[in-house]
C-alpha cells in the first residue's frame, strides 16, 4: 500500500505476453478463449483500468517456449517491455531446460543475463498431470538436480511450477541451496479440493516449505483450484490462503496477477475483480503486511 491507503502500489511477479503470429511462441499453447495476441499495450490497459491500483513494476514469466526459441522469446518480451515508456520496472524469467547439458544451460543462462533483465528462470516441472507435455518427471533426473546448482552463480531465482505430489521431491534440494530463491507458482497448483491425499500432500509440503526461508509463494491462478467459488468470502480457496499467509507470513508471499491467462481461462474475469479479492483476502492484516503481500516482497526476490 501507499502512503495515501487508497492507492495500491503493485509489483506484478507473474504475467505474459503473446503473439501465436510472432514465429517464437507455440500456438499449441494457447487454449480455447483465449486471445490470438496480448501485448504491453494490453496489458497496461486493463491494469491501467483498476481504481487506485499503481502498477511499479513486474516480471514476465515465460510462455513454454520450444527450447531452441527460448532466447528468441526473451528478445521478443524485451522489445514489449522496452516499449512502455514509464519509470516501471520491468525483469524477466525466461524457461531454460534444466535436463539439458550443463554446457547448454550455462550458456544459456550467461546469453540470457547478457541480453535481458534476467532475474529468474522457470523450468515447468508440471508431471501426472504434465504441463505442458513433460515427458518425466525432472526433479528426480540427476543433470536437472546439478544443473538447478548454476541458477547460484548467476545470481537467479527459480520459478517453481509442479503438482502437489511433487512437493517432497523439492525439499532437500531447496535446503541444500539456500541461496537460491525459490517462488512457488499459483500456490502450488492445487487442482482437486476433495482428494484427501492430493490436500495431504499439499499441506505437508507448505509446511515443509515454509521452514525453509529461501522459499516464496505466488497467491495466484487460483481459478484452478475452485473455477466457481475462487474468490468466495469464507470460501475454500480464501481459507487455503489465509493457511499460507499464517505459515509463510507476507514476507514471504506475493499476490500475481497471471495475467492474461486469468482473463481468459478464469472466465473472462476483469482485473477489478482479482484486485477485489486481494482486498479481501488481506483483510484484518497491517498496512505493512499489505506494502509486502502487493508489493514489496515481489521486489525483493526479483529486482536487483
Same mark, same amino acid.
Given at each position: ?51 487506485? /491500483?499503481? $502498477?511499479?513494476? @513486474? +516480471? ?6 520450444? &527450447?531452441?526459441?527460448?532466447? =528468441? ?97 523439492? /525439499?532437500? $534440494?531447496?535446503? @541444500? +541451496? ?6 512457488? &507458482?499459483?500456490?502450488?497448483? =492445487? ?103 502487493y508489493e514489496k516482497t515481489a521486489r525483493s526476490v526479483y529486482t536487483r
Amino acid at each position: 500500500m501507499a502512503a495515501n491507503d487508497d492507492e495500491i502500489r503493485f509489483f506484478d511477479p507473474h504475467f505474459h505476453l503473446f503473439d501465436n503470429t510472432n514465429q517464437v511462441q507455440d500456438p499449441a499453447i494457447f487454449e480455447e478463449g483465449m486471445t490470438a495476441v496480448w501485448h504491453m499495450q494490453h496489458q497496461m490497459g486493463d491494469f491501467g483500468q483498476v481504481k487506485n /491500483v499503481k $502498477l511499479t513494476g @513486474a +516480471t514476465h514469466i515465460e510462455v513454454i517456449p520450444d &527450447n531452441e526459441k527460448c532466447i =528468441l522469446e526473451l528478445m521478443w518480451v524485451d522489445e514489449q517491455l522496452n516499449s512502455d515508456k514509464t519509470d516501471r520496472d520491468f525483469w524477466q524469467a525466461p524457461k531454460v531446460d534444466l535436463s539439458q547439458s550443463a554446457e547448454y544451460v550455462d550458456l544459456a543462462l550467461s546469453t540470457m543475463c547478457h541480453i535481458s533483465k534476467v532475474t529468474s528462470i522457470r523450468h515447468i516441472l508440471n508431471y501426472e498431470p504434465s504441463w505442458p507435455k513433460n515427458p518425466e518427471n525432472y526433479l528426480l533426473n540427476e543433470t536437472w538436480r546439478e544443473n538447478y546448482k548454476l541458477l547460484e552463480k548467476y545470481n537467479l531465482a527459480f520459478d517453481c511450477q509442479l503438482n502437489p505430489h511433487q512437493f517432497k521431491d523439492t /525439499v532437500e $534440494l531447496f535446503r @541444500a +541451496t539456500p541461496n537460491i530463491k525459490v517462488v512457488v &507458482n499459483h500456490l502450488g497448483t =492445487l487442482k482437486d479440493l476433495n482428494n484427501e491425499e492430493e490436500m495431504t500432500q499439499w499441506r505437508e509440503g507448505m509446511t515443509n516449505w515454509s521452514k525453509l526461508p529461501n522459499v516464496y509463494i505466488k497467491i495466484s491462478m487460483l481459478f484452478y483450484t475452485d473455477a466457481e467459488n475462487w474468490d468466495k468470502r469464507d470460501g475454500l480457496v480464501h481459507n487455503l490462503v489465509k493457511e499460507v499467509i499464517g505459515l509463510f507470513g507476507a514476507k514471504r508471499c506475493m499476490f500475481a496477477s497471471n495475467w492474461p491467462c486469468d482473463k481468459f481461462v478464469g472466465g473472462g474475469m476483469e482485473a477489478s475483480r482479482l484486485v477485489d479479492s486481494w482486498a479481501m483476502f488481506s483483510e484484518g492484516l497491517s498496512a505493512e503486511d499489505k506494502e509486502w503481500l502487493y508489493e514489496k516482497t515481489a521486489r525483493s526476490v526479483y529486482t536487483r
